[in-house]
């Protein structure tokens, strides 16, 4: 199993390789291709690029939620490369307006495409229904999180549907499981419905450890006891391989740097392989 990080806020030093707000990676999981995220421009075309990956030849395309920093490259791939049997994973409520009021301005944060443009590139787009579907052998789609950690919402991130203006508890949101002979492999986008809800939701649906944790957990934006609460929480499970990087944040990041041997910054450019 292969783990390429194609877009990230930070990028390998020295390397070339580009960085922005967002996140992107490839995995290839026994000849089955893989794209989370998309950063939010075509940056991560240019990394993968570098990194001698095609993107021409993905099976799959997974939007982790509705924000520009995720899925704000769908239209750069889909315009530089054709598909003839690609299928676009998102969840429930993707496309309900999502927004921050700041300033007293309102600053939208959701994706540029619809359905309408998804259909003119031959792309079949799925929405995950159930809270954990394999989407190929080993390979699952999870959401509908167990809220039992007492997370709160951040009350800056808004959506808008049918139902009117609420905080946005992000139940759109979805990661991917994989099953590795070494443990299960866990992939996030931003992790907003919080990272251990998220993690108890791996352990209570699928009866094997967790190996490795790889993407956003976003706390860069958290009260300095909330954040070394969850940071403590995820040290403690011992998770033999944790490379969270994007929205994390650099206070985050040097903790556990400081605190935890097996955790790495997992940024554009980083290839991280999973042995069998």
Same mark, same amino acid.
């Given at each position: ?26 995995? +290839? ?5 893989? @794209? ?59 496309? =309900? ?5 700041? +300033? ?79 443990? @299960? ?13 998220? *993690? ?6 699928? %009866?094997?450890?967790?190996?490795? *944790? ?6 860069? =934006? ?11 929480? @995820?040290?403690? *499970?011992?998770?033999?391989? @944790? ?24 940024? %554009? ?8």
């Amino acid at each position: 199993m292969i783990i390429s990080t194609l877009s990230d806020n930070n990028a390998l030093d020295e390397s070339g390789y580009k960085s922005e707000h967002g996140f992107s990676t490839l995995i +290839e999981y026994n000849g089955y291709k893989i @794209l989370f995220d998309t950063g939010k421009s075509n940056l991560f075309l240019e990394n993968a690029t570098m990194m001698k990956k095609d993107l021409s030849k993905i099976d799959t395309l997974v939007i982790s939620h509705g924000h520009y920093d995720h899925g704000g490259g769908v239209r750069a791939l889909l315009d530089r490369y054709s598909y003839q049997n690609l299928t676009l994973y998102t969840g429930k409520g993707f496309l =309900d307006k999502k927004f921050v009021i700041e +300033e007293g301005k309102e600053r939208y944060l959701g994706v540029d495409f619809d359905v309408h443009y998804l259909n003119k590139h031959n792309v079949i787009w799925k929405t995950v229904c159930s809270d954990t579907f394999m989407i190929h052998p080993g390979v699952f789609l999870i959401t509908s999180f167990n809220h039992t950690h007492n997370e709160h919402f951040n009350p800056r991130f808004k959506i808008e549907n049918e139902e009117g203006v609420s905080i946005d508890h992000f139940k759109d949101e979805v990661s991917l499981v994989f099953d590795t002979p070494k443990g @299960l492999v866990l992939i996030v986008g931003c992790s907003h419905p919080g990272i251990l809800p998220m *993690l108890a939701s791996v352990s209570d649906r699928f %009866a094997r450890p967790l190996y490795a *944790l790889l993407g956003g957990i976003h706390l860069y =934006d958290a009260q300095d006891e909330v954040r070394r609460k969850v940071l403590d929480s @995820l040290i403690s *499970l011992k998770i033999p391989l @944790l490379g969270v990087s994007h929205c994390t944040g650099d206070k985050a990041a040097h903790y556990l740097k400081s605190h935890y041997p097996y955790y790495f910054l997992n940024c %554009a450019g980083k290839v991280t392989e999973i042995l069998s």
